[in-house]
């Protein structure tokens, strides 16, 4: 028998096929309605959340990402039959979670999808043995990379710059400093460099995007990479919850609030959730730092993938050199479809069509995010994720967000007083 065929591309490569590729389908027409998940009791449920054409608009997104990852296993050469009957499994976990979501119970809570969606994989996952050919036909890079190829649709430089310099001069200013106390405490407590890199910018940058992000460019350990965003997830709550109360007790302006909020809190949804507590002007505020620092997310994925290129040829001794040709193999082409959609949103596609096609794409956005923390917790073992070894880590990140929620502050009371 033959040597089995190369794949001729990589994940990264059939990433930004199939994100821009679903991205193209809108902007020529295919645009699936955003189902709605809010429900208020169980009257409302069945009659909104389960109706007839919300059960429709479901089935819809279904398949389409269903046929996205079909596609996505061909171009990569996986097995297709147990993605058939995994896909689906995932996928009904999933609506579940969006319903728990969506319950206007839990939105006082300000809980947002992915954790319930991690909560019931990570139950599932740890009370049940699932069959080793069950989790090897999860794709949780391939979901979430895809989601962040979506992202980029909603990164609209325009906004970003009409909206206020300021909030640029902040994000660059947060990242650099949190970003490089991070990774020097990660030094100190003699963290490996791998799960340094990820950690550090999860705390700096936009939490789970940016560890993503970081592993791809560093083509790090997926066991590390899921500890990192539970430390993200675990955390938002508290300081999603507390921060705006702590800026009421403290009497910050909703203008340095909204800074702070969006400098500090990690995950875009969370950022939202609490600057809407406090009010309008702070919501627009944390909003756009935190776009701004989502705009950085490109650039620190390439940079970073130039500095571990050139690391790793110091460190190993047979490493290769770092060539332009080795920088380019390590650089995690994902990045290259979240920057396009990004540029292809914020200066080609119209207004117009930009307003017909966003809630959709933010909804499928919302969704591979989803899909790919479910099968995180699908694929976890929860007791890992807190044995001996991992302790410096958790330390290291409560440190450095601590650091980040003072030093985040202070530059919001100089730039926004």
């Known amino acids: 028998m033959g040597e089995p065929q190369k794949n001729i591309f990589t994940e990264d490569w059939v990433v930004v096929i199939l994100g821009l590729g679903i991205v193209f389908l809108a902007l020529l027409g295919v645009v699936i309605p955003k189902p709605s998940f809010s429900w208020q009791s169980a009257s409302t449920l069945l009659d909104t959340t389960l109706a007839t054409e919300n059960l429709y608009r479901i089935s819809q997104q279904f398949l389409l990402v269903f046929a996205v990852a079909i596609v996505g296993a061909f171009l990569l050469r996986k097995p297709i039959k147990p993605l058939l009957v995994v896909f689906p499994i995932v996928f009904i976990i999933t609506v579940i979670a969006l319903l728990f979501a969506g319950s206007e119970a839990i939105k006082t809570l300000n809980l947002e999808a992915v954790i319930f969606s991690l ?98 460019a560093i083509k790090g350990d997926p066991k590390k990479l899921s500890y990192v965003i539970s430390l993200v997830l675990i955390t938002a709550i508290p300081m999603m919850v507390c921060m705006p109360y702590l800026a009421s007790w403290m009497g910050l302006s909703q203008e340095v609030t909204g800074a702070w909020l969006g400098g500090s809190i990690d995950t875009t949804g969370a950022v939202v959730a609490s600057g809407s507590l406090v009010g309008e002007e702070a919501l627009k505020i944390s909003t756009i730092v935190k776009f701004s620092q989502n705009v950085l997310l490109g650039i620190a994925a390439f940079a970073i993938s130039i500095y571990w290129t050139y690391t790793k040829s110091k460190s190993a001794e047979h490493a290769e050199k770092p060539t332009l040709k080795v920088i380019w193999e390590r650089f995690p082409k994902f990045v290259i479809g979240f920057i396009f959609a990004s540029i292809l949103f914020s200066f080609f596609v119209p207004p117009a069509k930009i307003e017909a096609v966003k809630e959709s794409l933010k909804s499928l956005q919302g969704l591979w995010f989803a899909l790919a923390f479910t099968s995180i917790g699908l694929e976890t073992n929860f007791k890992e994720l807190f044995v001996h070894t991992n302790r410096k880590p958790m330390y290291a990140f409560l440190v450095a967000q601590f650091f980040n929620i003072i030093i985040t502050l202070v530059i919001a009371l100089i730039l926004f007083r």
């Open 119 to 216: 909560g019931i994989g990570l139950a599932i996952s740890n009370l049940f043995s699932l069959p080793e050919w069950f989790k090897a036909a999860l794709s949780t890079e391939l979901y979430v990379k895809i989601g962040l190829v979506l992202l980029g649709t909603t990164v609209i430089f325009s906004d970003v710059l009409k909206a206020g310099s300021l909030g640029l001069i902040q994000a660059l200013a947060v990242v650099l400093s949190v970003w490089y106390f991070s990774f020097w405490l990660c030094k100190k407590l003699k963290i490996d460099q791998e799960m340094a890199m990820m950690l550090s910018s999860a705390v700096s940058i936009c939490g789970v995007s940016a560890a993503i992000a970081t592993s791809g």
